[in-house]
Each structure stands twice: as C-alpha cells, then as structure tokens.
C-alpha cells in the first residue's frame, strides 16, 4: 500500500493509496504494514477497508513462504495454496533464491464454497489445471535469446529482432486474446521513442531506425524496454541494453 499525509493550515490530509481517509484508519494501516516489515517469518493476516480478512498466509516481509488462503467478502475461502517453503534459515535474498513463488497445489472455490478446480505449479512454474477450465488463462510470457532469459542484457540492434516471445498459457484455450508488444528505447539525454506490434510482428522490429530517432550514438548504450500486453493490459516487462 502507498501511505502520504499533507499538512496545510493546521490541517493534516491522511491518503492510502491515494484515497483519502481518516487518521484512525490511517495509523490502523500504516501500523499493519509495519507489522508485514517486521514478520520474519509469521502468519499474516491482511484485512481490507472494512475490516473483511483479505489472506492469511506464512510470510517473510512481503515474500510469501508457505501455506496461502484468500477470501470473498462474504468470508467463504477462495484460494487455498502454498508458496515454496524455505527450511535453510537463510532469508538473504530469498527470491532470487527461488522463494516467494507457488509450488504444490492450488484449489479454487465460488462463493458458496464448492470446490470449482485445481493448479499444480512446481517452483513457480505451472503443470497443469484440473479440471481444464473454459476462460483462456496467461500466466506469463517468456523472452529469450538464444535460449537464454532476456533480463538487462546488452544486444546489438540486429540481435533485438532475433528475440523470441513465447506465452504461456493455462490451458488450451484462446478466445479472446490480443497480444501486442511495445518496445521502447528511453535512454537519459535522448528523445524516448516506442512503437508497438503485433506478438506475431514483433521479428521485423527496426531498432536502429529507432535508436536514430532517439538520437542515440553508435557508441552510446540505450535503455531499452519489451512490455507485453494483452487486449490492452500490461501482462509483462523486460528490461534490455542495446549498443552498436
């Protein structure tokens, strides 16, 4: 959550997440999100404005490492799942690690309570929906070069064209999806230039007419971004170097 307070004339404005709220509400959150700060590890329980539980999950800080429950206002239970567990003691860059990420079985319930489906994930990773549900489902894209995950790299022009993105979906399912992809070169100094594709498109990209417009020189690095979208979403970043 984002917290902020102005004062004017004596007047102190309290906002979370932008909307305005009063200063018993206002410490009631700040001090819940203090509470997340200092959870290492706990179970965690996170309430909304009324006061309806949200989640309850094992936590450390933000990093969710075990059991995971989510609710419907109504208070019925709506997810229950698991995150990666870390059994080392070692919490030094936990996500960078492989934590923080789903791994086991994921169950959905409506809001009576039936039980409508399962996920299987492993490390993060999604196996497989049972049964297969009817609404197309994405739950990642993948950006690789060479085989290898595209993440601030350092690419030639030529090299940017020959990157592969691949969607992954949860099911075979595909009605009504849209993706586009907006490549965008703003680099400290320079004009920020964009342009958006097609996914299918994205291959014939000229980024060196780009980088001129930018103005970018041969012997300058320019900060580079891939975002996907889906009918308009963002669904997903990746962040590149390019450079002559």
Known sequence: MGYSTQSKDNITTYKINEKEVDKTTYDKYHDTWRNMETCKPCILLTYDYNDKILHKGIQYTDCPVGFWIEYFPNGKVKIIGHYKENESGNWENAYDRGFCREDGVWTYFNEVGNKLYSEYWKDGQFIKQVPEQTKTELWTVEITHNGTKVNNQIFTPKQVGEIKI?????????????????????????????????????????????????????????????????????????????KE
């Open 166 to 242: 691949i969607p992954k979906f949860k099911n075979s399912k595909r009605t009504g999806t849209n993706l586009t992809v907006k490549f965008e070169i703003a680099t400290t100094g320079h004009k920020i230039v964009s342009q958006t594709f097609p996914l299918t498109d994205f291959g014939k990209i000229d980024v060196q007419k780009m980088l001129i417009e930018s103005g970018v020189t041969p012997t300058e690095m320019a900060s580079c971004s891939i975002m996907i979208f889906n009918n308009g979403n963002n669904v997903f970043n990746s962040w590149l170097n390019v």
